[in-house]
Every structure is written in C-alpha cells, then in structure tokens.
C-alpha cells in the first residue's frame, strides 16, 4: 500500500515555457503533500507543503509564482513550473502522507530539462 | 540554521561485508528519524525508522542506532549485495513540525 506516482516521469522543455508534473496517492486519502527539488548530486531540499483545499506554504527563497502549487483533491496535487529556465532542471519528486501518519510516502521523481 | 550532515560522501564495500553509514544532526528537539535509500532516477524509498524513545531497532537486513547524547544516527547493513549500491539519506523531524530535513546523503558502492 501508500503508493505515490508522478506524471511524466521526463519532460523537456523550451524555456519560457510552463510544465505542470503530477503528484498522485493511488490507494489512500493524502492530506498533505510536499514537493522537493534535488539537483545532481545533491540532498532533497522542500520546496513547498500542500494541505488538500487551501495555499500551500512555501519555503524561504522558493518563488510562489514561479512554483504554482495546487492540491485541489485528496488524491492529487499538480507543481507547475511558470517560464521555465534551464536552472529550473532538476528532479521532483513528491511525497504524501496521510491523516495522523508520521511516514512521507514519496514519489518516483520527475526529471525536467529546460533547453 | 539546522541541519543534518553525513561524515562519509562515499562507501565502497565489498560484497558480503558490513555497511556502516553515519549521519549527524543537530536538531535536538528531533524525535523521529528515517533512513532512505535512493538509487539513480529514482524516489526515496524508505528503509528503516527510529524514534528518540529508542536507541536500536533492527528490520531486514538492516539496523538503525540512534544515540542522542552525541545526536549520531547510523544505517547497518548486514551481507551487503550489489542490489544495495544507491545513495542513502537520513532524514529527521521534531514533533513540532511537518517537515522531513534530510542530510546530505552518502553513496554506498559495493565491490563484486
């Protein structure tokens, strides 16, 4: 059980360009979402938290309109990256967690190029 | 601010032999901790969990030691396969907060 996926699992893209990557709880109800950012090499940094219904809350040096976050239902929360540069590439990956669970159940990434 | 460090970038091990992984925090008031493991492209995938209650728990394969005083968590792995090779991180939470701050991960290489 608690499995999340992630739509595409790559994208490439010109810049100046909008892409919008889901994050879905295929078998349980996800009150909160988190979106992360890892570039190569490096360690998952948060970008942002996502409760089903209202704005998420974004971590400091994260540009909420460049990082448009929506969590419109239990089940699914869409990152749309707005005029995408090439240092926008990276990996996202999501992760879910449900009402009164400690445990992230996290997605398997998305890899976006921005040519 | 807070943070949660590795002392090894990288671990090469032979096939069959021990892993230790090592991560530091800093973080007093974390009271939960979680060892990922990521191979490449990939999401974390989650190994072993640990809270500050505890100071051991064993899974499959795998031991998690937790020591507060020194705030040093570490991963074993018993019988290391080639199947292990991926990057690990720990991660930590305080009970005050919904966020995960994962260390800086170590990249485990095991030698045929």
């Known amino acids: 059980g608690a499995v999340v996926s992630q739509h595409p699992s790559r994208v490439i893209c010109k810049s100046g360009t909008s892409v919008k990557i889901e994050c879905r709880s295929l078998?349980?109800?996800?009150?909160?979402m988190f979106w992360y950012r890892q570039f190569p090499k490096q360690s998952l940094m948060l970008m942002a938290t996502s409760n089903e219904g209202s704005k998420a809350t974004y971590e400091q040096g994260v540009e909420k309109d460049k990082f448009l976050i929506n969590h419109a239902s239990l089940t699914l929360s869409t990152l749309t990256v707005t005029s995408a540069h090439p240092e926008d590439s990276s990996f996202y990956i999501c992760?879910?967690?449900?009402?009164?669970?400690?445990?992230?159940?996290f997605g398997p990434g998305t890899r976006l190029t921005v040519l | 601010g807070e943070s949660v460090g590795l002392h090894l970038p990288t671990l090469s091990v032979q096939e069959g032999d021990n892993s230790i992984i090592n991560c530091a925090y800093s973080n007093s008031a974390s009271d939960y901790f979680i060892w990922y493991k990521q191979e490449s492209g990939k999401g974390p995938q989650f190994i072993i969990d640990i809270r500050s209650n505890m100071d051991k728990r064993q899974g499959q394969r795998v031991t998690v030691l937790l020591n507060k005083t020194v705030k040093h968590l570490s991963l074993q792995i018993a019988a290391t396969q080639p199947g292990d090779s991926a990057v690990y991180f720990c991660?930590?939470?305080?009970?005050?907060?919904?966020?995960?701050?994962f260390g800086s991960g170590t990249r485990l290489l095991v030698r045929p």
């Open positions: 991660a930590e939470k305080d009970g005050s907060s919904y966020k995960l701050i």
């Open positions: 078998d349980f109800q996800a009150t909160t």
């Open positions: 992760s879910a967690t449900g009402q009164g669970h400690n445990e992230q159940f």
